[in-house]
């Protein structure tokens, strides 16, 4: 590896030449370089490209809004984000969406239920680098309109239908030591009904569920805040009788 420097003669003949100098190479910094190879009376000058030689570790998960990009700092001046969406199983063409001197950057424009390939490259000056090793998501939007009840059986949890949805997710938070804290997952299959009891809240206690939309089996939608309920079962054991007072009315107290 490196410089071999060759004398060219009339006669077709090559010869190594040993003792020759090199100007205008830089390694450290990335573009097009001029370099002039001096070798007694003899000058030869050419250019090459130095690529920008580093590595990049990028991370894609579902957010709120996009999909949230982040990945590994560089010594460079900015970075080029790319993206590529699929038609199914066929992948389509890399496009630029982004330049950005962040290391991290949200892609609003996904679509629900598409997947696609994200992948960042380095810049610095006029040069960039190979584009990083590409991560794959398939977007799942946010589940939205969450709307808790109480009934008699239990906690209704309502939500609006996410189109591409394969599965969903029910959680549960209960107020512990001043944290809420996650005491119950559910799954929830039935595409057609969107509607969950939470059959063991216990009367008088304040919950907060969420509620994940899932594609396939690794592909979720971010969390929500979630929303929050006092568990209240109907009161029962009701009786009324006549006192010389009036109506007089009891229950069973909880």
Not at 90 to 104: D, M, Q, R
Not at 135 to 146: C, P, Y
Not at 157 to 185: C, Q, S
């Amino acid at each position: 590896a490196g410089l071999v420097v060759s004398a060219v003669y009339d006669d077709g003949t090559k010869e190594v030449i040993a003792d020759y100098t090199v100007d205008g190479f830089d390694s450290a910094t990335a573009g097009t370089k001029t370099i002039t190879v001096t070798a007694g009376e003899f000058t030869a000058t050419f250019t090459v490209e130095v690529v920008i030689n580093v590595t990049i570790t990028l991370n894609a998960v579902n957010g709120a809004t996009g999909a949230n990009l982040t990945w590994t700092a560089a010594d460079v001046d900015s970075y080029n984000v790319y993206r590529r969406a699929y038609e199914g199983n066929v992948a389509g063409e890399w496009e630029l969406i982004a330049t950005t001197a962040e290391t991290a950057y949200i892609d609003t424009t996904v679509a629900n239920g598409i997947k696609y390939d994200f992948a960042v490259a380095a810049v610095a000056g006029e040069s960039e680098s190979e584009k990083c090793e590409a991560v794959q998501i398939i977007f799942v939007e946010t589940v939205k309109g969450i709307v808790l009840s109480n009934t008699p059986a239990g906690v209704q949890i309502k939500w609006r239908a996410n189109a591409a949805a394969t599965k969903y997710w029910i959680y549960r938070y209960d107020l512990i030591d001043g944290v809420w804290t996650e005491t119950m997952k559910k799954s929830h299959a039935d595409l057609e009904n969107t509607v969950y009891v939470d059959r063991s809240a216990v009367s008088g206690t304040e919950y907060r569920y969420t509620v994940r939309a899932m594609i396939g089996t690794t592909q979720y939608s971010e969390y929500t805040e979630g929303v929050a309920v006092i568990r209240l079962a109907n009161v029962t054991n009701v009786s009324i009788s006549n006192q010389n007072e009036g109506l007089v009315l009891t229950w069973k107290a909880y």
